[in-house]
């Protein structure tokens, strides 16, 4: 059942920050959570391949490659981030056992969330660039029902505001290798955070040729994840997932939005050792 709870990390992430970020490190997050109390290093490696929107509110997909690299000591953690908002840093399960799971975590994007050369309306914006992350994290599983959730805050500085998203996943064992899982989430987003990314300001007005554009915090996300996850060997894990996901108030209302469905699609496989 560890499995299946730290496989969904990924989901959550894909799903939920629509900004860049693709948290494609949930299989190695097996290792984290099962070796929690282990004084021994333990690493796993991979690769994860997806398609996603371009930027938060494009209609246009781009294929990305994802690193899966992540190491850990005991409850220490670093590289992949499980559950945290964003897909690599450092960080610790603080409580750990076999229903609660709560840690802290700090660290960033892959890539920049937006680039102004994504799109012609984004012509002379300037780029919105990658910024540290600091997050508090936390899981409760219950048999086959997981709930989770994280609030991220951007601590460097570049007006990426918070988010707090939560996610019920409810899973099922097919056998002793393949495991289904699916569930909604949501995601609320501050002001900081929906101004920067669907918002318009004077500047930006005038070298676009559009009006400007205040956008307020609110909800910002709902979506609907379905993941598959098959346990080739004991080292090996293979796996594919679909979040469906749909912006809501400002961000949906915005005109830097051409696409209120945000849907992204993955593949990846990872190698404890």
């Known amino acids: ?110 890539s920049k969330p937006r680039s102004a050369s994504d799109a012609p309306m984004l012509r002379g914006w300037g780029d919105i660039s990658e910024t540290a992350l600091g997050s508090v994290f936390a899981a409760y599983t219950q048999d086959w029902l997981s709930v989770r959730g994280f609030v991220v805050s951007d601590i460097g500085g570049n007006d990426q505001g918070t988010r707090i998203a939560i996610d019920v996943e409810g899973r099922y064992q097919v056998n002793d290798k393949l495991t289904l899982s699916a569930g909604p989430g949501v995601t609320w987003a501050d002001g900081k955070y929906t101004q920067t990314f669907y918002g318009i300001s004077a500047q930006q007005s005038l070298i676009a040729g559009i009006g400007p554009y205040a956008a307020s915090g609110g909800l910002n996300t709902v979506r609907f994840s379905v993941g598959a996850q098959y346990q080739l060997t004991p080292q090996w894990s293979l796996g594919a997932s679909v979040i469906a996901a749909w912006l809501k108030g400002d961000a949906e209302d915005s005109p830097v939005t051409k696409d209120k469905s945000q849907n992204t699609y993955g593949i990846f496989a990872s190698y404890r050792f």
């Open 1 to 110: 059942m560890d499995t299946i709870r730290t496989f969904s990390a990924h989901l959550l992430l894909a799903g939920t920050t629509l900004a860049g970020t693709l948290g494609a490190q949930g299989v190695q997050a097996q290792a984290l959570l099962e070796q929690a109390a282990d004084t021994n290093w333990r690493f796993s490696a991979g690769l994860g391949v997806f398609s996603r929107p371009k930027y938060p509110g494009s209609d246009d997909t781009q294929i990305v490659p994802v690193p899966l690299v992540s190491a850990n000591y005991g409850r220490f953690f670093i590289g992949g981030t499980p559950g945290a908002g964003f897909p690599v840093g450092v960080g610790a399960n603080l409580i750990q056992n076999d229903a609660w799971r709560f840690g802290v975590a700090l660290g960033g994007e892959l």
